[in-house]
């Protein structure tokens, strides 16, 4: 059984290597005045009631794998959004109806944010689904108040960016710095310059060179790093004054 009141909603973030795109289910809702045949197809994010027997964290990491088959992956609480008139509009208010088979007058949702590393499993289980990748800056119009999500997800991602290691969670474990320059240039939606960049990256010492290249790539391969998690983890305990905020564009 669900708790028609409380519902959570899923922000979920991937990055190709050049493009910052959020995961969208895709459903289709009749037509005013139309061909009952006739569908409007229509985005939103991954999200669903709450059954009443669990919590919050639990609804959310069923909702990705239910909708994506997304597992283990990094999932944060975001938001609380309350407003008494986020699920007004009628059309909304009798989908919601169809879809669980239960009335309801209004929805306070919990949202949260994962972060996924897009390779060649996650492209599987989401071609073979509902839920396609976008590129988050081509999305003009979502559903209900997703939009509102989605973007206060974006500026959440943007925040917490320069303050903790959760770029890594988007990247290969082996990544150039160009990748990892591309992802923050798109994430925060800016251009970074290259030199600046490198170097900063390069002052962190728990980004680690790898004695490896790029393969099967047309240009000249670059050399490969990772992040040593544990070490910074480690440093974190003892209180040392580094972090992830290499990257300073107001100095």
């Not at 770029?167 to 798109?186: C, D, G, H, S, V």
Request: hydrophobic share 40%; with cysteine; net charge positive.
């Amino acid at each position: 059984m669900v708790n028609p009141s409380i519902s959570v909603d899923c922000v979920v973030f991937g990055f190709d290597g050049s493009e910052l795109k959020v995961l969208l289910i895709e459903f289709g809702r009749k037509m005013n005045n139309a061909d009952p045949s006739q569908l409007k197809l229509e985005r939103k994010l991954p999200g669903s009631l709450i059954q009443e027997k669990e919590d919050l964290s639990a609804a959310a990491q069923r909702t990705l794998v239910e909708l994506t088959g997304l597992t283990n992956i990094f999932l944060r609480q975001l938001y609380v959004f309350s407003d008494p008139n986020r699920i007004s509009r009628p059309e909304d208010l009798e989908w919601i109806k169809n879809t669980y088979e239960i009335p309801v007058s209004r929805i306070v949702t919990v949202a949260y944010f994962a972060l996924v590393k897009i390779d060649k499993s996650v492209l599987q289980h989401t071609v073979e689904g509902v839920s396609k990748w976008h590129g988050v800056q081509s999305i003009k119009q979502l559903a209900f108040d997703h939009k509102q999500i989605l973007m206060k997800g974006l500026e959440v991602l943007s925040q917490q960016l320069l303050n903790e290691p959760i770029a890594f969670e988007l990247l290969p474990k082996r990544f150039t710095i160009r990748q990892l320059q591309n992802l923050y240039e798109a994430i925060l939606g800016i251009e970074i310059d290259n030199r600046n960049f490198r170097k900063k990256v390069l002052n962190v010492p728990c980004i680690k060179l790898l004695d490896e290249k790029e393969k099967g790539v047309a240009h000249k391969p670059a050399r490969l790093y990772r992040f040593d998690k544990a070490m910074y983890e480690k440093d974190i305990k003892k209180k040392m004054k580094y972090n992830l905020n290499f990257i300073r564009f107001t100095d």
